[in-house]
């Protein structure tokens, strides 16, 4: 089978561990540190604040914002369920903005027209998430702008675009955000096993999440001239979580670092050969921007044949193509089932039909393989399955 993503560990990975594991310290080192201020140069942004998982990132953003009962938070319907999540873990609502038909991003004039609506009913978003679905950055200026007159903080779940620029600057450097979130999970460009990292600019920001990750308790001795105060004493000074990186997480994580460029390259160089070898094919492919660079986390295409007719008879589903392509071993995914259309969500009055321009894209939606290990060979593979495929189902 050709995985649709899969992680690549060196021998250098494999050291950098067990370093770690002979050492001193498996949590709570210099490792995590270490991580943090690596990442943090790299994205030129002033803080990092690693974690446990890229959910829990966005879960002590979210605190650290303010964000709370009464409050609410909007995302993109498009994204894996843990965008908006981490609103309903802080008691706060949660809306979508639908997405950009061309781009699979958040709209910038689906959200001005909601801002517009959402004024008028004095129901204004507290913070606003937009997700860089595949690793393709988000129009951050528009949103920004936005955020600017209707008085929002902004999220940005950069689960996908570790490596990705806009404008010119990396995703992370928060130039149009507050917060910034990558994931290390696997499956992403660079891993940490499992792991997060908020990104920011605001040592206030940063110093509540390292507070929020860790109990909510410093160790900072309050009366260092009290009898009952010394190096044993901490204090809980507000009610946090245990969502700590290990250093075993942090030492891989910065030792994939390291290979970042070469990663992006890779991904860059398989792209573009899809992109080249698809052309002729009867699909949409994802979009290229000018004022952008993709990390080129996924590569996911629009399968144009079924939209031909609206009876599902006379066309071929999704599906058949989908279990065609897993039988001659293409491991092809799907990326993403409308959050909106999740049972949990449609609980709370999400209904099919909320955000059309999500749905239409999930039913024709399909994602290549594509990872950094991958070779040409099977890369050409997975063309000519696709275009067998493609044939036979039409």
């Given amino acids: 089978m050709i995985p649709y993503g899969k992680q690549d560990i060196n021998q250098a990975d494999i050291a950098a561990v067990v370093a770690v594991l002979q050492s001193d310290f498996l949590t709570q080192g210099p490792q995590v540190p270490l991580f943090e201020q690596a990442l943090a140069k790299t994205v030129?942004?002033?803080?990092?604040?690693?974690?446990?998982?890229a959910t829990s990132a966005l879960h002590i953003a979210c605190l650290a914002l303010g964000l709370g009962k009464g409050d609410c938070l909007w995302t993109s319907p498009n994204t894996f369920v843990a965008s908006a999540n981490c609103a309903r873990y802080c008691q706060a609502k949660v809306d979508f903005?639908?997405?950009?038909?061309?781009?699979?991003?958040?709209?910038?004039?689906?959200?001005?027209?909601?801002?517009?609506d959402a004024q008028r009913h004095n129901t204004l978003p507290k913070i606003v998430m937009p997700v860089h679905f595949a690793g393709q950055p988000c129009d951050m200026q528009r949103i920004h702008a936005l955020a600017q007159e209707y008085g929002f903080k902004i999220i940005e779940d950069a689960?996908?675009?570790?490596?990705?620029?806009?404008?010119?600057?990396?995703?992370?450097?928060?130039?149009?955000s507050d917060i910034t979130v990558f994931s290390f999970h696997p499956v992403k460009i660079i891993t940490s096993a499992e792991g997060g990292m908020a990104m920011c600019n605001d040592v206030q920001l940063a110093e509540q999440m390292r507070l929020l990750r860790s109990h909510?308790?410093?160790?900072?001795?309050?009366?260092?001239?009290?009898?009952?105060?010394?190096?044993?004493y901490y204090e809980q000074v507000t009610l946090g979580l245990n969502y700590r990186m290990i250093e075993l997480q942090a030492a891989l994580g910065l030792s994939q670092l390291q290979r970042l460029p070469v990663f992006l390259a890779q991904r860059q160089h398989l792209r573009q050969r899809y992109d080249c070898l698809l052309k002729d094919l009867p699909l949409q492919l994802p979009v290229a921007d000018s004022m952008t660079t993709s990390a080129n986390h996924?590569?996911?295409?629009?399968?144009n044949a079924l939209e031909q007719d609206s009876s599902l008879s006379r066309q071929p589903s999704r599906k058949a193509?989908?279990?065609r392509l897993r039988a001659q071993g293409i491991g092809v995914h799907v990326h993403y089932i409308p959050v909106h259309t999740q049972p949990y969500y449609q609980?709370?009055?999400?209904?099919y039909?909320?955000?059309?321009?999500?749905?239409?894209?999930?039913?024709?939606?399909?994602?290549?393989?594509?990872?950094?290990?991958?070779?040409?060979?099977?890369?050409d593979q997975v063309i000519e399955e696709l275009a067998d495929v493609l044939m036979v189902c039409a």
């Fill in 321 to 323: 193509i989908f279990d």
């Fill in 159 to 176: 689960s996908h675009a570790i490596g990705a620029t806009y404008h010119n600057l990396p995703v992370g450097a928060c130039q149009y």
């Fill in 97 to 116: 903005v639908d997405i950009d038909p061309r781009t699979y991003n958040m709209c910038p004039d689906a959200l001005h027209v909601k801002l517009i």
């Fill in 44 to 53: 030129q942004a002033q803080y990092g604040v690693a974690v446990n998982s």
């Fill in 298 to 303: 996924l590569y996911p295409i629009q399968l």
């Fill in 353 to 379: 039909g909320d955000y059309p321009q999500s749905e239409h894209y999930y039913q024709h939606a399909l994602s290549l393989p594509l990872y950094h290990g991958m070779t040409e060979q099977q890369q």
């Fill in 216 to 232: 909510g308790v410093t160790h900072v001795p309050a009366q260092l001239d009290s009898p009952h105060t010394g190096e044993w």
């Fill in 347 to 351: 609980t709370l009055g999400f209904a």
